[in-house]
């Protein structure tokens, strides 16, 4: 994996429970409860999109509007009803989507026209251009930016998670500490002094790494399980987006 994430890559991310393969069940029966949980997948899921449409050659502005419009003309046409095996990874189904979605809009020339009093789901895109920086500055194919980007974002939910899981005074200054080494086996550099500075052994500070890797890691394989439909497929996943770094 890379180089963890900033904890401010995903402003404000909003944890949740639902499973993108309960949302494929749920929608054969045309269930709302499907389409709130879809909702919550892509108001989280959302910024790899924009990576896309940024490589793809939209400009900054018409990718915000493109990515908004999208993600509410899938929620208004359901199209999870659509959904076939090849396409059982919430990531495999968003890419497919926005690709005809963007054909689409190049036929008719215009942004899909808002839908009078059709409910709608606002995403907060004021810091997309900063969240995706990285993928626009390399010269990366859009699928290839979509790719990073996805993991990128399952990382990020991941770290947050894991700081959420250290707020005691002490927990908190251990994971401000260590989260720089977390994608980096657990190895520290100084390790003395960073001991010193947390008033612990060199030692206890290594395992305190390892143990602490150990659980970020599990994190992401948690944030992945939420994105498939079986958990046979976990594993492939997570090669998959591993995949796209080297």
């Given at each position: 994996?890379?180089?963890?994430?900033?904890?401010?890559?995903?402003?404000?991310?909003?944890?949740?429970?639902?499973?993108?393969?309960?949302?494929?069940?749920?929608?054969?029966?045309?269930?709302?409860?499907?389409?709130?949980?879809?909702?919550?997948?892509?108001?989280?899921?959302?910024?790899?999109?924009?990576?896309?449409?940024?490589?793809?050659?939209?400009?900054?502005?018409?990718?915000?509007?493109?990515?908004?419009?999208?993600?509410?003309?899938?929620?208004?046409?359901?199209?999870?009803?659509?959904?076939?095996?090849?396409?059982?990874?919430?990531?495999?189904?968003?890419?497919?989507?926005?690709?005809?979605?963007?054909?689409?809009?190049?036929?008719?020339?215009?942004?899909l026209k808002r839908g009078g009093d059709a409910e709608r789901i606002y995403l907060d895109l004021q810091d997309a251009e900063a969240l995706c920086q990285a993928e626009l500055t390399d010269q990366l194919t859009p699928d290839k930016a979509f790719d990073r980007?996805?993991?990128?974002?399952?990382?990020?939910?991941?770290?947050?998670?894991?700081?959420?899981?250290?707020?005691?005074?002490?927990?908190?200054?251990?994971?401000?500490?260590?989260?720089t080494v977390l994608a980096d086996g657990g190895r520290l550099e100084n390790q003395a002094e960073l001991a010193a500075q947390m008033g612990i052994l060199p030692g206890a500070l290594a395992m305190a790494a390892t143990r602490l890797r150990q659980r970020y890691r599990a994190l992401i394989e948690d944030e992945v399980r939420r994105t498939v439909e079986k958990p046979a497929d976990v594993d492939q996943e997570l090669r998959a987006l591993s995949e796209v770094w080297t």
């Open positions: 994996m890379p180089a963890k994430p900033s904890r401010t890559t995903i402003a404000n991310a909003a944890f949740f429970t639902t499973q993108w393969s309960v949302i494929l069940r749920a929608a054969a029966g045309d269930s709302p409860e499907a389409v709130h949980a879809l909702e919550a997948l892509c108001a989280t899921y959302w910024p790899p999109l924009y990576a896309y449409a940024r490589r793809d050659g939209l400009s900054r502005h018409d990718a915000q509007d493109v990515i908004q419009d999208f993600i509410n003309h899938l929620l208004r046409r359901n199209d999870l009803a659509a959904v076939t095996p090849d396409k059982g990874r919430f990531r495999s189904f968003l890419l497919a989507a926005l690709k005809n979605f963007l054909v689409s809009r190049a036929r008719k020339e215009q942004t980007h996805w993991a990128r974002t399952i990382m990020a939910i991941a770290l947050a998670r894991l700081g959420d899981e250290h707020k005691s005074p002490q927990q908190a200054k251990l994971f401000a500490l260590l989260q």
